[in-house]
């Protein structure tokens, strides 16, 4: 991972952890070449939806991949 990288990963986190409808969530990030991607279970597809769109406002972040993203009724 790139300092940049390291740097967007930590700004993402922050900003996952100030948001109260999701910063109780175990939610995992992870970036490449500006790239974010999101693992974890959350309760609703709501809060995938939040959090998709949290990182996708921060500057820097060029794609949100949610796709390891779980929501946890559907996790079954």
Same mark, same amino acid.
């Given at each position: 991972? $790139?300092?940049?990288?390291?740097?967007?990963?930590?700004?993402?986190?922050?900003?996952?952890?100030?948001? /109260?409808?999701?910063?109780?969530?175990?939610? *995992?990030?992870?970036? $490449?070449?500006?790239?974010? !991607?999101? /693992? *974890?279970?959350?309760?609703?597809?709501?809060?995938?939806?939040?959090? #998709? !769109?949290?990182?996708? *406002?921060?500057? *820097?972040?060029?794609?949100?991949?949610? #796709? +390891?993203?779980?929501? /946890?009724? +559907?996790?079954?």
């Amino acid at each position: 991972m $790139s300092v940049h990288d390291e740097a967007l990963a930590t700004r993402v986190r922050e900003a996952l952890t100030m948001d /109260k409808r999701i910063s109780s969530l175990p939610i *995992g990030v992870r970036v $490449s070449n500006g790239e974010v !991607f999101l /693992k *974890g279970t959350v309760e609703t597809l709501e809060q995938v939806d939040v959090a #998709q !769109f949290i990182v996708s *406002g921060i500057p *820097g972040v060029r794609h949100v991949n949610v #796709q +390891e993203l779980a929501v /946890k009724d +559907e996790a079954r």
